[in-house]
Protein backbone atom coordinates (compact mmCIF):
# COMPACT_ATOMS: atom_id res chain seq x y z
CA UNK A 1 0.00 0.00 0.00
CA UNK A 2 1.00 3.48 -0.95
CA UNK A 3 0.30 6.57 0.14
CA UNK A 4 0.79 10.41 -1.14
CA UNK A 5 0.64 14.01 0.19
CA UNK A 6 0.66 16.77 -1.96
CA UNK A 7 2.07 20.23 -0.71
CA UNK A 8 -0.23 22.84 -1.60
CA UNK A 9 0.46 25.31 1.25
CA UNK A 10 2.47 27.70 -1.01
CA UNK A 11 -0.51 27.78 -3.17
CA UNK A 12 -2.84 28.50 -0.26
CA UNK A 13 -0.02 31.30 1.16
CA UNK A 14 -0.47 33.07 -2.16
CA UNK A 15 -4.33 32.84 -2.85
CA UNK A 16 -4.01 34.56 0.91
CA UNK A 17 -1.45 37.08 -0.04
CA UNK A 18 -3.94 38.12 -3.42
CA UNK A 19 -6.83 37.96 -1.24
CA UNK A 20 -5.44 40.57 1.51
CA UNK A 21 -4.22 42.89 -1.24
CA UNK A 22 -7.86 42.76 -2.78
CA UNK A 23 -9.27 43.29 0.50
CA UNK A 24 -7.05 46.52 1.09
CA UNK A 25 -7.69 47.97 -2.00
CA UNK A 26 -11.27 47.67 -2.10
CA UNK A 27 -11.88 48.85 1.30
CA UNK A 28 -9.84 52.17 0.27
CA UNK A 29 -12.24 52.65 -2.54
CA UNK A 30 -15.31 52.31 -0.45
CA UNK A 31 -14.07 54.73 2.39
CA UNK A 32 -12.64 57.23 -0.43
CA UNK A 33 -16.52 56.81 -1.69
CA UNK A 34 -17.84 57.79 1.78
CA UNK A 35 -15.53 60.64 2.05
CA UNK A 36 -16.22 61.60 -1.26
CA UNK A 37 -19.69 61.54 -0.15
CA UNK A 38 -19.07 63.42 3.27
CA UNK A 39 -17.52 66.69 1.13
CA UNK A 40 -20.04 66.55 -1.28
CA UNK A 41 -22.71 66.55 1.75
CA UNK A 42 -20.64 69.27 4.08
CA UNK A 43 -20.50 71.77 1.04
CA UNK A 44 -24.45 71.55 0.39
CA UNK A 45 -24.97 72.17 3.96
CA UNK A 46 -22.75 74.90 4.24
CA UNK A 47 -23.47 78.84 4.22
CA UNK A 48 -22.84 80.49 0.91
CA UNK A 49 -22.20 84.18 1.64
CA UNK A 50 -19.14 84.32 0.26
CA UNK A 51 -18.43 80.66 -0.86
CA UNK A 52 -15.17 80.77 1.05
CA UNK A 53 -16.16 78.00 3.07
CA UNK A 54 -17.99 75.83 0.97
CA UNK A 55 -14.72 75.86 -1.68
CA UNK A 56 -12.46 74.90 1.33
CA UNK A 57 -14.30 71.50 1.95
CA UNK A 58 -13.24 68.73 0.33
CA UNK A 59 -11.61 64.91 1.17
CA UNK A 60 -7.96 64.18 1.32
CA UNK A 61 -6.12 61.00 1.92
CA UNK A 62 -4.02 60.29 5.02
CA UNK A 63 -3.30 56.51 4.25
CA UNK A 64 -4.58 53.77 2.94
CA UNK A 65 -8.23 53.17 4.15
CA UNK A 66 -7.32 56.35 5.75
CA UNK A 67 -9.54 59.35 4.85
CA UNK A 68 -10.92 63.10 5.84
CA UNK A 69 -13.41 65.41 4.93
CA UNK A 70 -11.69 69.07 6.31
CA UNK A 71 -13.05 72.67 5.44
CA UNK A 72 -9.81 74.81 5.51
CA UNK A 73 -11.44 77.70 5.58
CA UNK A 74 -9.74 80.27 8.57
CA UNK A 75 -13.60 80.81 9.83
CA UNK A 76 -14.96 77.17 9.33
CA UNK A 77 -14.99 76.20 12.99
CA UNK A 78 -16.17 79.44 14.05
CA UNK A 79 -19.37 78.78 11.61
CA UNK A 80 -19.45 75.22 12.23
CA UNK A 81 -19.82 75.62 16.44
CA UNK A 82 -20.34 79.46 16.95
CA UNK A 83 -19.12 81.65 18.41
CA UNK A 84 -19.88 83.06 22.68
CA UNK A 85 -18.51 86.27 22.22
CA UNK A 86 -15.39 88.27 23.01
CA UNK A 87 -13.90 87.84 19.52
CA UNK A 88 -13.59 90.40 17.34
CA UNK A 89 -14.56 90.05 13.42
CA UNK A 90 -12.21 91.52 11.29
CA UNK A 91 -13.78 94.56 9.77
CA UNK A 92 -13.00 93.59 5.79
CA UNK A 93 -13.94 89.90 6.12
CA UNK A 94 -17.70 91.97 7.71
CA UNK A 95 -17.80 94.32 5.01
CA UNK A 96 -17.13 91.76 1.88
CA UNK A 97 -20.05 90.05 3.48
CA UNK A 98 -22.47 92.69 4.09
CA UNK A 99 -21.60 93.37 0.63
CA UNK A 100 -21.98 90.22 -0.93
CA UNK A 101 -25.15 89.62 1.49
CA UNK A 102 -26.70 92.97 0.00
CA UNK A 103 -27.39 94.04 3.82
CA UNK A 104 -28.24 98.12 3.77
CA UNK A 105 -28.29 99.98 7.16
CA UNK A 106 -32.21 100.68 8.17
CA UNK A 107 -31.52 104.00 9.64
CA UNK A 108 -29.62 106.82 8.39
CA UNK A 109 -25.91 105.27 9.27
CA UNK A 110 -22.94 104.75 6.97
CA UNK A 111 -21.72 101.70 6.30
CA UNK A 112 -18.87 101.42 8.68
CA UNK A 113 -21.20 102.87 11.61
CA UNK A 114 -23.56 99.75 10.61
CA UNK A 115 -19.92 97.40 10.49
CA UNK A 116 -19.52 98.66 13.59
CA UNK A 117 -22.58 97.72 15.16
CA UNK A 118 -22.60 94.22 13.97
CA UNK A 119 -19.01 93.53 14.96
CA UNK A 120 -20.08 94.67 18.49
CA UNK A 121 -22.89 92.41 18.49
CA UNK A 122 -20.64 89.51 17.41
CA UNK A 123 -18.18 91.04 20.38
CA UNK A 124 -21.46 91.23 22.76
CA UNK A 125 -23.17 87.88 21.64
CA UNK A 126 -21.28 85.56 19.83
CA UNK A 127 -23.00 83.60 16.36
CA UNK A 128 -24.93 81.27 16.13
CA UNK A 129 -23.78 77.86 15.23
CA UNK A 130 -24.07 76.33 11.83
CA UNK A 131 -22.92 72.68 12.05
CA UNK A 132 -22.69 72.05 8.28
CA UNK A 133 -21.00 68.87 9.15
CA UNK A 134 -23.87 66.77 11.21
CA UNK A 135 -25.68 65.62 8.37
CA UNK A 136 -22.36 64.47 6.53
CA UNK A 137 -20.82 63.05 10.13
CA UNK A 138 -24.24 60.56 10.39
CA UNK A 139 -24.56 59.81 6.46
CA UNK A 140 -20.89 58.89 6.56
CA UNK A 141 -21.43 56.09 9.76
CA UNK A 142 -24.10 54.42 7.89
CA UNK A 143 -22.52 54.44 4.60
CA UNK A 144 -18.84 52.94 5.99
CA UNK A 145 -21.16 50.11 8.04
CA UNK A 146 -23.08 49.42 4.87
CA UNK A 147 -19.95 49.33 2.24
CA UNK A 148 -16.91 48.86 3.73
CA UNK A 149 -18.05 45.26 5.05
CA UNK A 150 -19.19 44.64 1.51
CA UNK A 151 -16.68 45.64 -0.32
CA UNK A 152 -14.06 43.33 1.49
CA UNK A 153 -16.33 40.67 1.56
CA UNK A 154 -16.99 41.02 -2.23
CA UNK A 155 -13.22 40.57 -2.30
CA UNK A 156 -12.28 37.78 -0.67
CA UNK A 157 -15.20 36.08 -3.18
CA UNK A 158 -13.34 37.50 -6.01
CA UNK A 159 -9.70 36.67 -4.98
CA UNK A 160 -10.41 33.29 -3.65
CA UNK A 161 -12.67 31.27 -6.44
Same mark, same amino acid.
Given at each position: MSASVRHTVDRLAEQLRRAS???????DRAVQRVAIEAARIGKEDAPK?????????? @????????? =??? %???????????????GGVAPIEVLRRWVRVANIRPRLAISEDEMLY?????????GS?????? @????????? =??? %?LVPAAARDAIEVSLS
Open positions: LQVIRATSLSELTNSIR @NEQIGVAFH =RVI %ASAAHARYVHDGTTGLIQRKIYNEKAQPFF @NRALRTSRE =RML %A
